[in-house]
């Protein structure tokens, strides 16, 4: 590229900084005057200034909401994709359809290994939820769990409970590697929410799953087994 | 009768008292830059129409036009601003509204005195939430953008207590973090955006390693000349030893804020350019592409960096 090439074009920083006012006046006007006739760099500044836009509003909490939105949007469309899901194909669709990335309840559940603790986070994932859910998880007064050294029972799995008109308890064992969710007072001819279980790993795929019913109780039971270490997200579909 | 080369001046106080055809000489002289202005700020769909709007409305307004406060094209150039920001907010655009207002403070501070000039986006619809999958590429792409680029790492350390995570307004990071380690900072900061983003650690740390791993080099080996410049006398110390107040040139609370601004430039430049690698234009880069530098050279070649 010649000199005088060079000089005709705006660099994208230099953009940045004309948007922010930082420039002198007199590159201001030779920026104004190019972009007035040039379509490469006036399509540039847009994403420069789109990407402005982008930067006002980031922070860390926007960051998490949209990518736990982008994870909740592709596990559904995963899931109702999965043969072994078919069941429930019309619902995980109507899900979707209607309520986009909302649920009824999020929690932040790692599975715990050798070495490191199963954790329940019940917080930070209320942009997630739609208004009026009926579910509002906190961590349950439980002793907090550790590793058990060899030979010892294994730990009590960790528990996050929503108390209210319907009530569900969350439980999660990174010894047995799994995760329990139970529901119970749901209202006599509902059905309860299908859980779905979504790792936070690229490519892994979502779980589904439907609480079912136990003989002669009056909860119903969802079982997540074979859990891999790592961490997830736990989501009630809306109702 | 318009006489060639007539002076800006005369041709503003004849435009004033209705001379239709002096008005029409400004507008030829300054028609690109305010076009120019004006064609980045909104899309291509509708940026004939606002320049014809705008121009209607500076010869509407040429009886208050002051040549002792502005020149002329300034005039149009807020006029333009004013025109902009209500396009804006007729079409519920609440982000454009917001940028395009902090945008018009910086160039006309008395703005805020103007009547038709207003930061009001509650009356605006509730902006559609856009599509999550993009939304969660791009904050990623900033994040990483952000962290592993060459900024000098007590600024990066400012941008993310200030503008990312909560209640680290510049106040603050002067009072409680003027003396602790930027190795400490630099922790302290990344467990709080972990708590605050929720996100999976394998998201957040990778994009903090290199900010971690730059910690341990000396200051002249991962800044710019300009900023070594500015501190000399921090030139062989281990960045991760050196302190905020060590950064301090003036008003510490300023320095924070403009260390802060200076990385929002950078960060919007460098995405944008990721953002669309085949289509931007030639254009001389200053170095490689700040996203995509992974190791500098002169990190390595400085020898305290092992593998």
Known sequence: ?????????????????????????????????????????????????????????????????????????????????????????????????????????????????????????????EELVRPSAPWRFALAPVPIPTTAPPGEPPPAPVVAVSEGQARARLSVSGDAREVVVRVERICPGTTPPLVMLIAAAEGAAPRVVEPEKRPNASYFIARFEDVPPGEYLAVFEPQ | MIRCGEEEDALTDRARIGDR?????????????????????????????????????????????????????????????????????????????????????????????EAEFSNDVESLAVVPEPDAEEESQRYGRLLEATFCSDSP??????????????????????????????????????????EESSLPEAVVRPCFARLHDRMEFRFREVVKKKTLATHPRLADRIVGDTKLRDYYTGNPEQNISHWSQSVQRVVAGAASQDDNEETRPRVEVHGEGIAKKRDAGRIRNGGHHNE
Request: proline share 3%.
């Open chain 1, 1 to 125: 590229m010649s000199d005088g090439e060079r000089e005709t074009h705006v660099l994208a920083e230099e953009l940045s900084s004309y948007f922010e006012c930082a420039l002198p006046p007199e590159r201001e006007t030779i920026i104004e005057e190019h972009l007035a006739k040039c379509d490469a760099c006036t399509e540039q500044a847009r994403r420069v200034r789109g990407l402005l836009e982008m930067v006002g509003r980031w922070s860390a909490a926007a960051h998490g909401v949209a990518y736990w939105r982008a994870q909740v949007a592709r596990a559904l469309q995963a899931a109702a994709e999965q043969p072994q899901y078919q069941t429930w194909h019309e619902k995980l669709h109507a899900w979707r359809a209607t309520w986009g990335e909302r649920v009824d309840a999020a929690v932040r559940v790692v599975v715990g290994t050798q070495g490191r603790a199963s954790r329940v986070i019940t917080e930070g994932l």
């Open chain 2, 21 to 113: 055809e002096a008005f029409d000489v400004l507008r030829a002289r300054h028609r690109t830059r305010v076009y120019g202005f004006i064609r980045v700020r909104v899309s291509s769909d509708d940026t004939d129409d606002l320049e014809q709007e705008i121009w209607i409305k500076a010869w509407e307004r040429m009886p208050i036009y002051d040549k002792r406060r502005a020149p002329f094209v300034a005039f149009v150039v807020y006029w333009a601003g004013i025109m902009l920001l209500r396009h804006h907010r007729l079409k519920g655009r609440r982000r454009a509204v917001e940028l395009l207002f902090s945008e018009l403070l910086r160039r006309f501070p008395e703005l805020g005195e």
């Open chain 2, 153 to 194: 790492p007590h600024q990066l350390l400012s941008f993310g207590l200030c503008k990312l995570v909560a209640d680290w307004p510049p106040r603050r990071i002067v009072a409680e973090l003027s003396g602790t380690s930027l190795r400490e900072v630099a922790v302290q900061l990344e467990q709080a955006y972990l």
